[in-house]
């Protein structure tokens, strides 16, 4: 009989910790390595990211889909060629062969001035909410984000054997993107109905903070042909392997099927941050490879999801 396994979870304080010893931070190095290269998947405690923090951006979640349809509808991401904005319920079908998407989801990240407008970069579209319901919880998490997702990057590298420099391109000025998301109870009967559609993620790496005891994550294990649930804990973030970072390391840290079904009674809210890297850097693992551009690669992937055209 296959043992169903259990995502491993790894304490990164022995890395992140100013007065970690050499060794504590070797031993979650290795964790990581190994965590990846079995599953695409972990979870994470002692990452930096406050407790108040975590609850506040939830709450901003439920502020801002809260917000009546027409409202959201005028913030849609479509009309936004850094593609910043409100995906409304059945807009992003990440599975083909299943029904479009049972969820909203709204996109947010660093602020480039409108000049240097771009593919996944531009100004924030945010909604009219006062700034201390939605804009500074909002932003408090984005900077906890990029702290943690650099941190993640540099273990990855470690972990591969590389010296941190190899990410100086990489890591430049990196695209790295929060999406709040809304999860509706779960009422169709329809087989082919997830509230996300079976997918990979498209960038390097993604950290995602589910709302506690809300469940509804589920990663397929290909050993024992099943999905997994990825339990909802306070304060435990998940960390995934994208697609980007699998076709680096030639599946060595693989990126791996995973799905949602909203398994609550009530709504679901998450936030996954999306570290792509910077838009203009080819493979960091392998230089002069002649791969694709993060550029390249997410645009293909994220507009096929939106029935966008790739031009703007
Ligand atoms: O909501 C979740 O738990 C996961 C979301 C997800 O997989 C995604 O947005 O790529
Ligand atoms: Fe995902």
Known sequence: MTVIPEIPTIDLSSYIRPDATPEERAGVIEDVRSACSRYGFLQVKGHGVP??????????????????????????????????????????????????????????????PLKQMGFLRGPNQWPDLPSEDFHAPVTEYYEH????????????????????????????????????????????????????????????????LQQPGKYGLQIFHA?????????????????????????????????????????SDGDRYSVPCFYHGDLSATNPFKPGDGSETVEEHIRRKFDISYGLTSKS
């Open 51 to 112: 407790l108040a923090t975590q609850r506040e951006v939830l709450e901003s979640c439920r502020r801002l889909f809260d917000l009546p349809q027409g409202v959201k509808d005028s913030l849609s991401l479509k009309n936004n060629p850094a593609r910043r904005g409100y995906e409304r319920i059945g807009e992003q079908i990440l599975d083909a062969k299943a029904l479009p998407d049972c969820k909203e989801g709204y996109y947010l990240g660093r602020e480039v």
């Open 145 to 208: 984000m990029l702290r943690l997702g650099n941190s993640l990057v540099e273990i990855l590298a470690l972990g591969l054997g590389h010296d941190i420099s190899v990410l100086k391109d990489f890591t430049k000025e990196p695209v790295v993107n929060l999406k709040l998301l809304h999860y509706p109870k779960h009422i169709s009967t329809d087989e082919r109905q997830f509230g996300a559609g079976a997918h990979t993620d498209f960038g390097a790496i993604t950290i995602l």
């Open 223 to 263: 050993p024992s042909n099943a999905w997994l649930p990825v339990p909802a804990i306070e304060d435990s973030l998940v960390i995934n392997i994208g697609d980007l970072v699998n076709k680096w390391t030639d599946g060595k840290y693989n990126s791996t099927l995973h799905r949602v079904v909203n398994a």
